[in-house]
T-cell receptor
Framework: AQSVTQLDSQVPVFEEAPVELRCNYSSSVSVYLFWYVQYPNQGLQLLLKYLSGSTLVESINGFEAEFNKSQTSFHLRKPSVHISDTAEYFCAVSGGNKLVFGAGTILRVKS | DTGVSQDPRHKITKRGQNVTFRCDPISEHNRLYWYRQTLGQGPEFLTYFQNEAQLEKSRLLSDRFSAERPKGSFSTLEIQRTEQGDSAMYLC?????????????FGSGTRLTVV
């Protein structure tokens, strides 16, 4: 069975500052890892994913995450956030059949 | 293809009534999933189908919940005798046979309010 722990429930940060949203997972099998973003009253949008290959993955809007197998982590980072990045972010793990989500981290970007 | 569609977007029902939600997945995706999300929580897995076969059900899925995917295309999730605790966002997702591309694609969800 897989599980995901998102270590921060809320992260407040000023605009143009860097941010890291932390995610740790546990699994007895090889996994795929995902970050999803959810804006108020909307569904989940895929932000980025690790399936195989390079352990550093990037999104089109400047986020990146690094798969660290030894630390069982998949932290999400952005060097400079914008107001529009305010949303809830979910880390998820899949052993191939279904996604298991963390509880989410609300990113609040302040001007 | 316009992605995963869910209908209705919102549903308000009285306690004890039955409700049914529909999900239309991406046409070439043979796997379909239902999740439930309550306020302040991540989505929780309910059940999944591969084609028309329901392969896994969570213990969260009580006897009052039933899901079908009769022809391996759209799916329905029915809740009988709704309770206030059923109030949540119900999310549907689909994925292709081999987990490549974008993997799992989610619909916008159906928000259920039981009064």
């Amino acid at each position: 069975a897989q599980s995901v722990t998102q270590l921060d429930s809320q992260v407040p940060v000023f605009e143009e500052a860097p941010v890291e949203l932390r995610c740790n997972y546990s699994s007895s099998v090889s996994v795929y890892l995902f970050w999803y973003v959810q804006y108020p009253n909307q569904g989940l949008q895929l932000l980025l994913k690790y399936l195989s290959g390079s352990t550093l993955v990037e999104s089109i809007n400047g986020f990146e995450a690094e798969f660290n197998k030894s630390q069982t982590s998949f932290h999400l980072r952005k060097p400079s956030v914008h107001i529009s990045d305010t949303a809830e972010y979910f880390c998820a793990v899949s052993g191939g059949n279904k996604l298991v989500f963390g509880a989410g981290t609300i990113l609040r970007v302040k001007s | 293809d316009t992605g995963v569609s869910q209908d209705p977007r919102h549903k308000i029902t009285k306690r004890g009534q039955n409700v049914t939600f529909r999900c239309d997945p991406i046409s070439e995706h043979n796997r379909l999933y239902w999740y439930r999300q309550t306020l302040g929580q991540g989505p929780e897995f309910l059940t999944y189908f591969q084609n028309e076969a329901q392969l896994e059900k969570s213990r969260l899925l009580s006897d009052r919940f039933s899901a079908e995917r009769p022809k391996g295309s759209f799916s329905t999730l029915e809740i009988q005798r709704t309770e206030q605790g059923d109030s949540a966002m119900y999310l549907c997702a689909s994925s292709p046979p081999l987990l490549g591309g974008d993997g799992y694609t989610f619909g916008s969800g159906t928000r259920l309010t039981v009064v």
